[in-house]
């Protein structure tokens, strides 16, 4: 099985730049995620699609973040403008899901590891 | 909203010996927690979970013991090898919300 597909592995932007980040999930995944993963901490949630259509986004900071799940297959995550503290991991997940509680434990990919300088 | 921490930031252990790793959580809703993995470089790995109608679920060579009671669960390592140094987390699975994650530094 295919694991979680991210793009760009890497970027280094400077601050007020715009960034975009791309997700391709485990084929049949109803359920996608979007995580940011500062250094040493844990991954905090951003968003989480069920198909094309946004389940919760009350941690996004929807000022400079946004996100779309289009087709509900792959996902773009964008930031406009960066900020020096978006610096982090940027980590897709995918899950099988049932009446929104995952059947199977989740998948990431490896990230996206942005810094802004 | 539930939150999920570790109790001790960086575990050192020999190799072949066993490894605790202990995780407390807020939400006493809260019914399923994931174990992760994560490598430097790497996404979180999926270790094991645990449903709150189990107390114990058993793997190769991992354990998870839930204790509702106390809002406590915990991974345990059997034989750390090498392999194993990594962080680890532990996850509310329902909303998937990661505690700060716990090192582990196997010495050889």
């Known amino acids: 099985e295919a694991g979680v597909a991210q793009s760009p592995r890497y970027k280094i932007i400077e601050k007020r730049q715009s960034v975009a980040f791309w997700c391709n999930p485990i084929?049949?995944?109803?359920?996608l995620y979007w995580y940011q993963q500062i250094l040493g901490q844990g991954p905090k949630l951003l968003i989480q699609?069920?198909?094309?259509?946004?389940?919760?986004d009350s941690q996004l900071p929807k000022d400079r973040f946004s996100a779309e799940r289009l087709k509900g297959v792959d996902s773009t995550l964008k930031i406009q403008p960066a900020k020096l503290e978006d610096s982090a991991v940027y980590l897709c997940?995918?899950?099988?899901?049932?009446?929104?509680?995952?059947?199977?434990?989740?998948?990431f990919g490896s990230g996206t590891r942005l810094t802004v300088v | 909203g539930e939150s999920v921490g570790l109790h001790l930031p960086t575990l050192s252990v020999q190799e072949g010996d066993n490894s605790i790793i202990n995780c407390a959580y807020s939400?006493?809703?809260?019914?399923?927690f994931i174990w992760y993995k994560q490598e430097s470089g790497k996404g979180p790995q999926f270790i094991i979970d645990?449903?709150?109608?189990?107390d114990k679920r058993q793997g190769q060579r991992v354990t998870v013991l839930l204790n509702k009671t106390v809002k406590h669960l915990s991974l345990q390592i059997a034989a750390t090898q090498p392999g194993d140094s990594a962080v680890y987390f532990c996850?509310?699975?329902?909303?998937?919300?990661f505690g700060k994650g716990n090192q582990v530094v196997v010495i050889p």
């Open positions: 997940a995918s899950s099988l899901t049932s009446v929104g509680q995952a059947l199977y434990g989740y998948t």
């Open positions: 084929s049949g995944h109803a359920t």
């Open positions: 699609f069920q198909n094309n259509g946004v389940v919760d």
């Open positions: 939400n006493s809703a809260s019914d399923y």
């Open positions: 645990i449903r709150s109608n189990m």
């Open positions: 996850a509310e699975g329902n909303r998937l919300a």
